[in-house]
């Protein structure tokens, strides 16, 4: 078995021969890895999160916005070029460090990349801001006075390692704002975020002060609560038992943006019932599934099909499981590990006792997926993972909003196909159920850029905004030099 080794983070002003480095090892049906992960006293943290904050009030604050987004922007054209030495170490590794198809893999990163080039970035900026110049400097308000917004000195990142390059969403945000980041990697998926780093300094030597990227076992609570008593801002994503366990470590005067567990689910109106139509619905709805094997928030764990098309629900069930299984030979799900495979064996059972009573469940499932269909209305309910997805027929669409009442707190993305006015309609009630997003089947594991995470803003969470208010304004021109 080839067995690669490399060193994850980015750790400026330390030397690596005075860092501690922990080994974590990964294996996969291509081969290994070895990963060196480091572990820092707290005098290290001290000293890496002063020079973070001293290089963002000195360096990186005095860039303008477009400055910084050039910057990203060539950083992400690098990783773009499959030939550039980065790209093609993310190619070889990532695959080995998920567990996830390769070619599953190089295509997510390089469709999620492409959400950070300058024009997407732009949509960042414009979206959270009028005029993005508040970050540059003050500007006036339409009601007299002037406004700046201005970004921490150091955010201390916590990123979830369930799907590659997830770290890079509030790494890049951060820098749009002006804020010095530290990142802290998971155990999970320890190295982009690093190589990223490094990118961005070789693109930008001055930046090498401004970023760090670090790491520490999840739940050391002596090394969390030196991280975020340096930060002005904490950001962290994973699960809400873990969130709940970061927000404890947290200083009280800190900010403190989560992101936890989120349900999704997917909506199929009568009108995409058709024989020309709802193969395609249906093959859209399995590249959901597929996509990283539904550990994002935003993948979906039931679809909804309406009655009344030429198509029925159980030819639509059918026409998914057809589906799943052509995409199980063209990206192989990844191996599961000994819980993994417990609770998926626990849901699968539980279904089809379900399916011997009357009226029960139908399963379908020749491989590493699973499909089942009710005929009956059922609870909106997470599955397994890994490929699993029921099929619930139901007479209207509207008949699934009284289901969301339990989840209203954990709902983000729905998947729709319909009809212009059945979009609409069905939005409306859908954002005043909780959910925070409604797109297109086949694209729920695609946000776009400028989403509202969690409907909530990617860059104006992270400010804090500062006005000069028209009283000051005319009290100083009272003190002006060339007042008679």
């Known amino acids: 078995m080839t067995l690669l080794r490399e060193t994850a983070g980015y750790l400026p002003g330390l030397c690596a021969d005075d860092v501690t480095w922990q080994t974590l090892s990964f294996e996969s049906k291509g081969g290994g890895a070895e990963v060196a992960v480091p572990v820092l006293s707290e005098a290290q ?13 000195s360096y990186l604050k005095s860039l303008t916005v477009a400055q910084i987004v050039d910057t990203i922007d060539t950083a992400i054209h690098r990783l773009l070029d499959p030939q550039d030495p980065w790209r093609r170490k993310a190619d070889n590794l990532l695959p080995l460090v998920t567990g996830y198809d390769a ?16 024009p997407q970035l732009q949509r960042f900026l414009t979206e959270d801001f009028a005029n993005p110049q508040l970050l540059d400097g003050f500007v006036p308000r339409s009601k007299g006075g002037f406004a700046k917004a201005f970004g921490p000195d150091v955010a201390v990142h916590v990123w979830a390692g369930n799907v590659p390059g997830l770290c890079l969403w509030s790494l890049i945000s951060g820098l749009l704002v002006k804020s010095g980041t530290v990142g802290k990697v ?13 990118l961005l300094v070789e693109i930008d030597p001055n930046l090498a002060d401004c970023l760090a990227v670090v790491w520490w076992k999840g739940g050391d609570t002596a090394q969390e609560k030196v991280f975020f008593s340096h930060a002005d801002l904490v950001l962290a994503y994973g699960g809400n038992a873990a969130l709940a366990d970061v927000r404890r470590q947290v200083p009280v005067t800190t900010r403190f943006l989560s992101f936890g567990h989120k349900l999704s689910f997917g909506l199929v109106a009568a009108s995409a019932l058709d024989a020309r139509k709802a193969p395609r619905s249906a093959q859209q709805a399995a590249y959901d599934v597929v996509r990283y094997d539904q550990q994002g928030c935003y993948s979906p764990h039931v679809f909804y099909v309406a009655r009344g098309g030429k198509i029925s629900p159980d030819e639509f069930s059918r026409y998914l499981a057809h589906e ?7 990206y192989p799900r990844r191996a599961l590990s000994l819980g993994e495979a417990a609770d998926l064996a626990a849901w699968r059972g539980a279904e089809e006792i379900r399916s011997l009573a009357s009226g029960g469940p139908q399963i379908a499932g020749e491989g590493d997926w699973t499909v089942v269909y009710s005929d009956g209305l059922q609870p909106l309910a997470p599955g397994a993972l890994n490929r699993t997805v029921s099929v619930v027929a139901v007479d209207q669409l509207v008949d699934v909003l009284p289901l969301l009442a339990p989840h209203r707190a954990f709902l983000q993305t729905v998947g729709v196909a319909a009809t212009p006015r059945e979009l609409f309609e069905i939005a409306e009630q859908l954002g005043r159920a909780g959910v925070t997003r409604i797109c297109a089947l086949g694209q729920m594991t695609s946000p776009e850029a400028g989403w509202h995470h969690d409907g909530r803003f990617s860059l104006l969470d992270m400010v804090q905004m500062v006005d000069i208010e028209s009283s000051a304004e005319a009290a100083a021109e009272t003190l002006a030099p060339y007042v008679d």
């Open 45 to 57: 943290i001290v000293t890496l999160t002063q020079r973070v904050r001293s290089a963002s009030r």
């Open 103 to 118: 070619e599953m893999v190089r295509l997510g990163l390089t469709g999620y990349l492409k959400t950070f080039r300058k």
């Open 186 to 198: 998971a155990s999970a998926e320890p190295l982009l975020a690093g190589w990223f780093a490094q």
């Open 324 to 330: 799943l299984s052509a995409l199980e030979k063209k």
